[in-house]
């Protein structure tokens, strides 16, 4: 596994797939990639599988397809990757962009992490403890990220937004997670 030069994963047969989202922009000139921000989603809310969240990353989630749906298919939200529950990886934006995952966001006193991170989101909930396939997964991708960029922490969404976001939530098991 490896990053190709455009920041594109790429993987011998691993099961990555590049599926383009608009809702991307170019980063900052010159600002350097320091933060991974992992995250956790599912849609409809508790519900595994399916398309919703390629839908919404790729704005085309029907709003009456679920009464969720209508209060969240306006948004214009991605993010770099998604670790399915099974591990298999979905990649939306390249790394050398910038993905609109952290909305508003400070980590050590910066703003604006979507300029300087890279998102990650997890199949899941708050409370339904994430498969090992996906810890495996996202332990994999965060040391190639930290090969690559010069990576100075891993934290969750609630760390950067709190009282605003509370993902990847109790259910995730940071001890499973290798960052070296």
Known sequence: MHLSAEGLLVEGGEGVRYVPSPNCDARPAGMPIELVVVHNIS???????????????????????????????????????????????????????????????QWRGRERCNDFSIGIELEGTDETPFEEAQYARLSALLALLKGQYPIVAVTGHSDIAPGRKTDPGPAFDWNKVICK
């Open 43 to 105: 849609l409809p809310p508790g519900e595994f599988g399916g398309s919703a969240i390629i839908d919404l990353f790729l704005n085309r989630l029907q709003p009456g397809a679920h009464p969720y749906y209508a209060g969240i298919a306006q948004l214009r939200v991605s993010a770099h990757f998604l670790i399915r529950r099974d591990g298999e990886v979905i990649q939306f934006v390249s790394c050398a962009q910038r993905a609109w995952h952290a909305g508003v966001s």
